[in-house]
């Protein structure tokens, strides 16, 4: 592996090799985080069944792929990064303002709340086998400084961690499942499938958690064609990531709502739940070896995307340097685990940040571009994606005008991220036609 060279330039033609199998590897690594997993206990935890735990997170993974999809394609079809493509949508300056800023601090948090989630289940495992109460803090730092190192090594890392982790996870997690349940009781799988829903609880509550999945992802969309941009073509990156999204969603929400099933709702976190039940050192080591894994296959996506945000707001860094900043910065967040506390408000602000800014990027390259940009204008800072000054004061509008109908307009039984995303592409389209803009840059296209 080499150190990761490419910023925001695209990718040569000849290094767009990345298979299904890869993509499909990455993803389903990505997906089968700890966040994710403990996503499906605290689902539980709230209140609903076993079985509305999962789908509701799948559910709302596979609304908001439809955006994530569009933006990917981007990457297939110009071996671009997705900071560099939003350019076409918000203009030169209103891409780093609007889409690279955000993702970066976005990409930081999440690299934080892996950390954090990990290193609880790191410290129950540290805790049995020392016999006494470790610091989280001193965990969480070291542990988020490996992970940081590992992301140095940019999408090479991607693919080698991937094609070593997934089938380690899968055996690993399947054999722990499995000696859970041979237990029998409250452990078996009958009795976490029937696991039923709180007295009282409804759609409402299922519509916050589908809302928290599509937000997630709808995050992500600024950076889908950072990960798709060695695709080899649109048919390999739509299987890939779509299988991936299905597989990968269902069983991370199934194994994390497992634990929280077992102890009635009162632990979210499954591997504190195994550690806890069966603290002997071979399911010890399996625990923190399982963790390591996940914890690094998805802290590298999120250095990665971090990095590459830096280098669209600023052209002075490398993309060495770009990535050390971003690391920097995910090793100084995890020294504050206090994520969990707060998880579902701070998705709700990150829905409401990102599904506006989702919305008009893919209804902006389906419908207003048709797949079509001038890849050698979204170098020039002048060029035909300048707009005014840098900025497409339409989908600036776009986003503010989105936050709006998120917090005061749609209805909390409603799914906002998604439904903020669909009415603020729409809105987009209709401006942007009744103000010339689509003629004025036609050449652009």
């Known amino acids: ?159 080698w961690l991937s094609r070593i982790a997934l089938p380690a996870k899968i055996l690993i997690l399947g054999s722990l499942i499995f000696f859970m349940s041979s237990k029998g009781g409250v452990y078996s799988i009958g009795n976490v499938w029937q696991y039923p829903a709180a007295p009282g609880v409804g759609w409402a509550l299922a519509a916050v958690w589908i809302n928290a999945s599509a937000a997630t992802w709808l995050s992500m969309s600024t950076d889908a064609a950072d990960f798709c941009r060695y695709s080899k073509n649109r048919v390999h990156m739509w299987l890939g990531i779509l299988v991936a999204c299905l597989c990968g969603t269902s069983m991370a929400s199934a194994f994390g709502a497992y634990g929280a099933c077992v102890t009635m709702g009162k632990q979210v976190n499954t591997f504190t739940v195994i550690v806890d039940s069966h603290p002997n050192f071979l399911v010890l080591v399996a625990v923190i070896f399982v963790i390591i894994l996940d914890n690094w296959t998805i802290n590298v996506l999120n250095i990665y995307t971090g990095g590459l945000s830096i280098n669209n707001i600023t052209t002075k860094m490398t993309r060495f340097q770009s990535t050390l900043l971003a690391s920097f910065c995910g090793v100084l967040l995890s020294s504050f685990p206090n994520f969990l506390n707060r998880y579902l408000g701070d998705i709700n602000i990150i829905g409401s940040v990102f599904s506006p800014i989702a919305g008009v990027l893919a209804f902006d390259y389906i419908f207003i571009r048709k797949f079509n940009i001038n890849l050698s204008g979204l170098y020039e800072v002048s060029g035909p994606y300048n707009y005014q000054h840098g900025f497409n004061y339409i989908a600036v509008f776009c986003v503010f005008f989105g936050l709006f109908i998120y917090f005061f307009l749609v209805p909390d039984f409603f799914i906002r991220s998604f439904f903020s995303a669909l009415v603020t592409g729409g809105i987009y389209i209709i401006l942007f036609k009744i103000f010339g803009m689509y003629e004025k840059n036609k050449h652009a296209a």
């Open 1 to 159: 592996m080499e150190i990761e060279k490419y910023g925001i330039d695209p990718v040569p033609k000849e290094m767009q090799v990345v298979g299904a199998k890869d993509l499909f590897s990455i993803f389903m690594n990505f997906l089968f985080n700890p966040a994710t997993i403990i996503k499906g206990g605290l689902a539980v935890s709230a209140g609903l069944s076993f079985k509305v735990a999962c789908i509701c997170e799948t559910s709302g993974a596979i609304l908001a792929i439809l955006f994530y999809i569009t933006m990917a394609t981007v990457g297939v079809d110009y071996g671009i990064p997705g900071q560099v493509a939003a350019r076409v949508a918000f203009g030169w300056r209103g891409a780093k303002v609007f889409c690279s800023f955000p993702r970066f601090v976005v990409s930081i948090y999440f690299f934080g709340l892996q950390t954090v989630v990990g290193s609880i289940a790191i410290k129950s495992v540290l805790d049995q086998i020392t016999g006494y109460s470790l610091n989280p803090i001193a965990i969480a730092v070291p542990f988020a400084i490996l992970q940081a190192a590992i992301a140095l090594f940019g999408y090479d890392s991607l693919k």
